[in-house]
């Protein structure tokens, strides 16, 4: 396989957000706070006359259209600023925590910042209750002004759940109450995963550090670090459960409470914020359970190559079994960079000079750091739009997988910079759509240059993981979080009850594809404690399969250079749509596909099966031992 000539110069890789704040100090944070503050209090006062208007926002006289409009535009206005304003010291502060979670100062500010948030979207209910009760005659003539046409879809969407509404001084108190009862539970959480240390082999480090070495070479340390993790979090079970009950309590009395003219089911409301009908995730589920044997043979794959009858928790992210001499050398972050950069070229160049940037500008986190938070995200900074990458990163090719992801979600928000804010929130499952996408343009590249069988099925090692985690890992944590939720309606449940629901998830899905399963995974996985979104979970699934369909659309690469810019085109036209449309539009025009039919996800799922036919071919190929 041809190597990448290392770079002469390396690049940063801890953050250089010195343009916002130099440090959680700095008192440019209590002066911005303190204008937010007033500024909050300015729109709450312009919206409180709106509060009379809601009774009578169904039948409001054309005669009145133009006096609203002329009230509505500031505080949209407005709104926007604060958002950008918020956003900014927000994105700042969590940056922060995420590098070092135990960053007193920062650790202040957040619940200072989220109270704003709640500030904010208490102060407006009075407008937003208002604006999702009026008329569809007065929505017409107020989406014609120019200044809120950006509104458009959020609004429309929005009002689909009118019958849900409280009354305005009801659901500012829901507003008011969260920010100190439900959210705090998933701040719990997130400082627990950042200050928690286990030891492996022992050496004692931070979870973010152990949860990288379940990708070492060696299958003793694997195990160590997936035994340490699995301790440490069995010490933390109560809490754990305690924070579960609560978020999912306070849901599902919330939804209780909005279900007075119709009922508010758990699972809508979750399609809602992902913006797809419930027959859309019936489709994906059911046909992803029906072919769920596609990932357990790529585990079965896995396992016979790792000389194993089945395969281990703790191998299911291990690298594939291949020396050092064949592949599977640490790739340095500047190699990384190159790699994937070379790989989104084959999109458009633009896409691989993007990555380049990123890195450079240092808008990229990786460097391991004593108490860092666990996984990896990109968010974003709202002005100027700038996006940030947090990872760990220690060399290994999921972490140049991990990397590639949090990429494409950086490159879905840069092609959108120039459009207005609004016209820029997209769901979960369109944002995992991009990151997927790059992963896979990422093990496309490394396929290609792969010169002997050994080097493939290290390639091919990393769809089989795929193939595992999409079709298998994220469908069994929608049925716990199902299990949770029912269970949860009838009372708190105990950590052994959650234990239990946690094996019964593992074993519908993978079956017989484990030799044992992991029952504190419901303790360890953060997705389960944010307490902000429920149903973190089949939008990977969703993007995954998603994103298969869109790669496949792609020319072949004998096609001309015209057809992939083309291509390239279409797709970023269809990232740009992401914010503005259902994912069920996005596909009936971008590709004229039904998503609420089975047969697209079955297309997907070929696509799948085909890897794994190829993987299993490989490593009946390759003798690993």
């Not at 281990?312 to 050398?329: L, T």
């Amino acid at each position: 396989m041809q190597t990448l000539n290392r770079l002469a110069t390396a690049y940063p890789t801890t953050w250089n957000n010195a343009r916002f704040f130099s440090s959680t100090a700095d008192p440019l944070i209590a002066t911005t706070v303190d204008q937010l503050r007033q500024d909050i209090d300015a729109i709450a006062t312009a919206c409180q006359p709106f509060t009379a208007k809601v009774v009578t926002a169904e039948a409001i006289e054309p005669s009145d259209y133009a006096a609203l409009i002329e009230q509505i535009r500031p505080i949209h206005l407005q709104r926007n600023d604060v958002h950008k304003r918020l956003g900014n010291v927000s994105t700042y502060i969590y940056t922060a925590l995420s590098i070092d979670t135990q960053d007193a100062n920062a650790n202040s500010w957040m619940p200072i910042l989220q109270k704003l948030s709640a500030d904010l979207l208490e102060g407006m209910t009075p407008f937003n209750v208002f604006l999702q009760r009026a008329s569809e005659d007065f929505i017409t003539a107020l989406l014609a002004d120019p200044a809120l046409s950006e509104i458009d879809f959020l609004l429309h969407h929005s009002r689909k759940e009118k019958d849900f509404l409280l009354g305005v001084a009801q659901e500012q108190l829901i507003t008011a109450l969260a920010t100190n009862g439900l959210h705090t539970w998933g701040n719990l959480y997130t400082e627990l995963a950042g200050t928690l240390k286990c030891e492996v082999q022992a050496e004692k480090m931070g979870l973010a550090q152990a949860a990288n070495l379940l990708s070492h070479p060696d299958a003793e340390t694997r195990k160590a670090a997936w035994d340490a993790i699995r301790s440490i979090w069995a010490t933390q079970q109560a809490p754990v459960a305690a924070g579960l009950n609560a978020i999912n309590g306070w849901r599902l009395e919330e939804a209780k409470k909005r279900s007075h003219r119709r009922q508010l089911h758990y699972l809508d409301k979750s399609c809602h914020q992902s913006r797809i009908d419930r027959a859309t995730l019936d489709a994906l589920m059911e046909t992803t359970y029906r072919n769920r044997e596609i990932g357990q043979r790529a585990l079965n794959a896995m396992a016979k190559a790792l000389g194993q009858s089945r395969l281990h928790p703790w191998d299911v992210m291990a690298p594939a079994p291949v020396s050092k001499e064949d592949y599977g050398q640490k790739i340095e972050f500047e190699e990384a960079i190159a790699l994937i950069a070379n790989a989104f070229n084959q999109l458009t160049p633009e896409m691989g000079d993007f990555a380049i940037m990123m890195a450079q500008k240092g808008w990229i986190d990786s460097q391991p750091t004593p108490n860092r938070a666990t996984g990896a995200y990109c968010t974003k900074f709202s002005n100027p739009r700038e996006p940030r990458i947090f990872m760990t990163y220690e060399g290994t090719m999921t972490n140049v997988l991990t990397l590639a992801h949090e990429l494409g979600h950086a490159w879905h928000n840069w092609v959108m910079r120039d459009l207005p804010a609004m016209k820029c929130r997209y769901p979960m499952t369109l944002a995992e759509t991009a990151s997927i996408f790059a992963e896979t343009l990422v093990r496309e590249a490394l396929m290609a240059q792969a010169d002997t069988p050994a080097q493939k099925l290290e390639i091919a090692w990393q769809d089989a993981q795929s193939a595992g985690i999409f079709l298998l890992n994220i469908p069994a944590r929608f049925e716990f979080e199902k299990r949770l939720v029912e269970a949860r309606k009838i009372g708190p449940l105990r950590p052994d009850q959650l234990c239990e629901m946690m094996d019964q998830s593992w074993q519908l899905w993978f079956e017989e594809s484990l030799s044992q399963y992991d029952n504190l995974f419901w303790a360890s996985k953060l997705h389960f404690s944010i307490s902000s979104l429920g149903f973190y979970n089949y939008p990977y699934l969703f993007g995954y399969l998603f994103s298969l369909g869109i790669y496949a659309q792609q020319p072949a690469p004998d096609h001309s250079p015209h057809a992939q810019e083309t291509f390239n085109q279409r797709y970023t036209r269809l990232l740009r749509d992401t914010g503005t449309m259902s994912a069920e539009a996005v596909v009936q025009h971008h590709l004229q596909k039904d998503l609420s039919q089975p047969q697209f996800w079955q297309d997907s799922l070929s696509i799948v099966e085909r890897s794994v036919a190829n993987f299993e071919q490989l490593v009946s190929e390759v003798s690993c031992h």
